[in-house]
């Protein structure tokens, strides 16, 4: 099993900016990659940004330019730099694990126009 804890979600104007953090714990051994993914109201889940232990990434294009994943093997911690944020990237953000997926409990970004 393995535990994911997030943090650093909020409320900015749009422009803003906000970091997220999520940090894994338990049977770390078997994670590969982690990430996000968020949903809005009456959204499908959707993938935001995945890193993996060799620092590949991958984005949706939606966020490309302004959002940066990192992270941090030894501590089994990912960070989400969010810049530039707009109206569009509200929801809720999830933390994510590959290949056998495990999912945080959500935190809550709100941007204001």
């Known amino acids: 099993q393995v535990q994911l804890v997030e943090s650093g979600g909020g409320s900015v104007q749009a422009g803003g900016s906000l970091r997220l953090s999520c940090a894994a714990s338990?049977?770390?051994?078997?994670?590969?990659?982690m990430g996000w993914y968020r949903q809005a109201p009456e959204k499908q889940r959707e993938l935001v940004a995945h890193i993996s232990r060799d620092a590949t990434t991958d984005y949706a294009e939606s966020v490309k330019g302004r959002f940066t994943i990192s992270r941090d093997n030894n501590e089994n911690t990912i960070y989400l730099q969010m810049n530039s944020l707009k109206p569009e990237d509200t929801g809720v953000y999830y933390c994510h694990t590959r290949p056998y997926e495990y999912w945080g409990q959500g935190t809550q970004v709100t941007v204001s126009s």
């Open positions: 338990g049977n770390t051994f078997s994670i590969w990659s």
